[in-house]
C-alpha cells in the first residue's frame, strides 16, 4: 500500500511537470523552464536525503563534478562539437550511480550556458544529459566500466541520443509544431554534427575515465561512499 502511495505521488509529480513544461514552453518562459527542470532534478536529491541514504559531502561531489564538466566545455568553447562534457557525464554516472549521473547531466548545461547563452534549447539539453548520465549509472554499464567496447559503444550512443533529442527541440524551434518530414529533413544535414559527437564522445571518454575513476574511487573510499 505504501509502494502504492508512493508511486502514485511520482506518476503525479511527473504529469505536473509535463504540464508545467509545457506551458513554460508555450509561453516562452524559457528561464523558466530551465529553473524548473533544474528544481525537479533535485526532488530525488532530497528525498533520498531524507532516507539518508545521501550526505552532504556527496552533494559537494555533484558540485565538484558539475564545476568539471562546465569547465571543460568552457575550455573548448571554440569547438562547441567537440568537449568532453558528456563524457564527464558518463563518468559521474558509472562511479556514482544513475541519480548522481542525472543531477550531474541536468545541472552542466544550466550552468554552462550562464558562461554562453541560455534559451530554449537549455531545457532539452539538461534533459538530454540527464538521460545519458541516468543510462550510465546502470548496473549494467556499471558491471563494464573495465571493458572499453562497451564504454566507447556508450559513448558513441551518446552522441546519437544527443543529436536524435536536441533535433526535436530544433523542429519545434521553427514554428512549434512537430512533424516526422521535418525532423527527418532536419536529422539529415545534421549527420556530420552527430557523427563528431560520437567521435569526440569516445575519444574524451577513453581518455578521461581511468584517471578520473581512480581519483573518484580514492574519495569514495576515503570517505565510505556508495553509489
Do not use: C
Not at 1 to 14: A, E, N
Not at 47 to 63: D, G, N, P, Q
Not at 204 to 222: A, D, E, H, M
Request: glycine share 6%; hydrophobic share 50%.
Amino acid at each position: 500500500m505504501v509502494k502504492l502511495k508512493g508511486s502514485i505521488r511520482w506518476i503525479g509529480l511527473i504529469v505536473f511537470s509535463l504540464i508545467i513544461m509545457y506551458y513554460f514552453y508555450r509561453n516562452n518562459r524559457y528561464n523558466l523552464l530551465s529553473l524548473y527542470v533544474v528544481i525537479i532534478s533535485f526532488v530525488p536529491f532530497f528525498h533520498s536525503f531524507e532516507k539518508k541514504e545521501m550526505a552532504t559531502r556527496e552533494l559537494v561531489l555533484i558540485a565538484v563534478m558539475t564545476a568539471t564538466a562546465v569547465v571543460s566545455k568552457i575550455i573548448f568553447f571554440f569547438t562547441p562539437s567537440v568537449n568532453p562534457l558528456v563524457s564527464i557525464v558518463i563518468i559521474s554516472g558509472i562511479q556514482f550511480g544513475p541519480l548522481f549521473g542525472f543531477m550531474v547531466g541536468a545541472l552542466s548545461p544550466f550552468v554552462a550556458n550562464m558562461m554562453f547563452t541560455q534559451g530554449p534549447w537549455t531545457p532539452f539539453q539538461m534533459l538530454t544529459t540527464g538521460l545519458i548520465g541516468v543510462i550510465a549509472g546502470s548496473k549494467w554499464v556499471k558491471k563494464s566500466e573495465n571493458n572499453r567496447f562497451v564504454i566507447s559503444s556508450l559513448a558513441v550512443f551518446s552522441g546519437i541520443l544527443y543529436s536524435l533529442l536536441m533535433d526535436i527541440w530544433t523542429v519545434l524551434s521553427i514554428d512549434g509544431i512537430f512533424t516526422w518530414t521535418r525532423y527527418l529533413t532536419v536529422l539529415v544535414p545534421a549527420i556530420p554534427f552527430t557523427i563528431t559527437y560520437m567521435v569526440s564522445n569516445a575519444v574524451f571518454t577513453n581518455i578521461l575515465i581511468k584517471p578520473l575513476s581512480t581519483k573518484i574511487r580514492r574519495v569514495k573510499q576515503k570517505y565510505g561512499l556508495k553509489n
